[in-house]
């Protein structure tokens, strides 16, 4: 395929498609019961608040790591009366014995309290997790906190960093993979019910696949069609996912 054939198809795609809401959006994406937030956001070098996890009866919450590629070293729940606490692996303090430390996935439960006469009476708990990666260590922090609605959702996925475009990318040409992973996330936010009929969003859209064609930074042709990157960095990671490419690439043929 032509770049100019492309070109059309990539256009037609996004004029197909009704407007995004941007306050959807830009709220950690919760698609197929699965919500994603960065590692930034998940080890607190963000703007935003500590990530809390709502457990409820019969329902448990998986935190995974396994698209960080990282190696859970240790956890800590600070409060034990409120919830259980198991691995995909096995780690040193929650297994009696363990040849090889190390999981990627830590599941939550919700348990009737436990009376611990050390511990002060509260259903709200935090959970600090250590990780190890190719290059460095990290910590993760939770707040866990204990409900009676079922959660809307079961896992907790946490990305890496390097999902997220840097404000200093430049798309080249119309083939750009990221472009295109753009053009998947809007599709994939109509397929998830996240896209709102009367957004006014479009006309901005739309500035912004030109100032991208024109071959502005990702920054400045958001900053001039008024798209935040939070909107921009939420539609790639939906549009990295490579089962929903696949499904969007079937359907366009």
């Keep these: 395929m032509n770049s100019r054939l492309f070109n059309h198809i990539a256009i037609i795609c996004l004029i197909s498609l009704p407007l995004i809401d941007l306050q959807v959006v830009n709220a950690a994406e919760i698609r197929q019961g699965i919500k994603q937030i960065s590692q930034d956001i998940a080890t607190g070098n963000s703007s935003r608040k500590i990530t809390e996890i709502t457990l409820s009866p019969g329902y448990g919450v998986n935190i995974s790591f396994i698209k960080t590629d990282e190696i859970v070293e240790k956890v800590w729940l600070d409060n034990p009366a409120i919830a259980s606490l198991d691995v995909d692996g096995c780690l040193s303090g929650l297994s009696p014995q363990c040849e090889q430390s190390g999981a990627t996935v830590i599941h939550l439960r919700k348990i009737n309290r436990l009376k611990l006469p050390q511990l ?7 959970l600090t997790v250590v990780t190890k990666g190719k290059s ?19 896992t907790l996925e946490i990305l890496p ?14 083939n750009n993979n990221q472009l295109q992973q753009i053009i998947i996330g809007i599709n994939t936010t109509k397929q998830q019910g996240l ?7 479009w006309q901005r859209i739309e500035q912004f696949l030109s100032n991208v064609h024109s071959g502005k930074s990702i920054n400045i042709a958001a900053r001039d069609s008024g798209i935040s990157m939070q909107l921009i960095n939420r539609l790639v990671e939906l549009g990295s996912d490579g089962n929903t490419q696949q499904r969007f690439i079937n359907h366009s043929r």
């Design 161 to 174: 960093n390097s999902n997220l475009i840097p404000e200093s990318t430049i798309y080249s040409n119309i």
């Design 195 to 201: 896209i709102s009929d009367n957004s006014r969003l």
């Design 120 to 126: 002060p009476s509260t259903n709200t708990s935090l």
């Design 136 to 154: 460095q260590r990290q910590v993760y922090l939770f707040q866990v906190v204990t409900g009676k609605n079922k959660s809307n959702y079961h």
